[in-house]
């Protein structure tokens, strides 16, 4: 199956929406600017809904199931967790590749997580993947920081990568586009007892909060190639792909878990998380 985004034109939206949604699922899967999901049940979805529709030109196509993990508003503090592992102890070479669909623009303090490694002082994370205030791109490779000239786009879904090529440079990338660069190469923070989070930094820090649906995060090990990354956007990560360390497609229908389908077989842990919700393609 693919998932495919759903544009529909005002003059027709509503027979569309009466054609292939029933109304009580549509219910559920309003979203506002300012929120997110409304769910039944916390963590659970008995009824996922597959959504199909027109496929614009210049939008990617891919496959991963009929729901994704939302991570909560401001003051729910919804992320999840990744205990320690050796394989994600990286500190070389180094490709996060993720899909997000914000909700809203970032706004004061507020910083929308991605994925980051932290032993929760802040002080010497190996990577911190984020959108911030005025919607910007921003990855931290160690000591050096990349921020995107662009924004990101919301209530849309995109593909971001953040990549660290430990001879020659680090790389930002917005669907399939450079976005930053910085030149040198770079050898990572150590991090033996860190944690790898997804969604947002640590409890009681709400204004980290991801604010958005989030589709797959995946961990290389390797230097992945623009052509790769482009490739990825309409093609899913086999599970035994070159220097693939971790593989979370976020795809469930209820739990706590998120499952690494990956060989190293580093489960997470959700905690105040809006939950799986059917995914809205657009």
Not at 78 to 92: E, F, Q, S, V, Y
Request: aromatic share 8%; glycine share 10%; proline share 5%.
């Amino acid at each position: 199956m693919r998932w495919i985004a759903l544009k529909l034109q005002s003059a027709i939206a509503p027979t569309i929406v009466a054609l292939l949604v029933p109304l009580a699922a549509l219910a559920q899967v309003m979203i506002s600017g300012g929120g997110g999901p409304s769910l039944s049940a916390a963590n659970t979805w008995t009824a996922p809904q597959t959504f199909s529709g027109i496929v614009p030109s210049n939008k990617a196509v891919y496959q991963n199931g009929a729901t994704c993990l939302a991570l909560g508003q401001a003051g729910s503090q919804g992320l999840a967790i990744i205990a320690d592992n050796a394989a994600h102890r990286i500190t070389g070479d180094l490709t996060i590749l993720a899909w997000i669909r914000p909700w809203k623009v970032p706004v004061g303090s507020e910083y929308g997580i991605i994925c980051l490694r932290d032993d929760d002082s802040g002080s010497s994370m190996p990577w911190n993947f984020y959108t911030y205030e005025t919607g910007l791109l921003k990855g931290h490779l160690g000591a050096v920081q990349l921020t995107s000239s662009q924004t990101l786009p919301v209530q849309q879904w995109n593909q971001v990568a953040l990549v660290n090529d430990a001879d020659t440079g680090q790389y930002l990338y917005m669907n399939g586009t450079e976005v930053a660069n910085a030149a040198g190469a770079l050898t990572l923070p150590t991090s033996t007892g860190f944690t790898t989070r997804i969604g947002c930094w640590k409890s009681g820090q709400p204004q980290f909060t991801a604010q958005a649906d989030i589709g797959e995060i995946a961990i290389f090990n390797t230097v992945l190639s623009p052509a790769q990354i482009a490739a990825y956007r309409t093609g899913q990560i086999p599970t035994n792909a070159p220097g693939l360390v971790s593989l979370y497609r976020l795809n469930a229908t209820s739990g706590t878990t998120i499952t690494d389908s990956a060989a190293t077989g580093a489960d997470g842990t959700i905690s105040n998380a809006y939950g799986w919700v059917p995914r809205v393609n657009q």
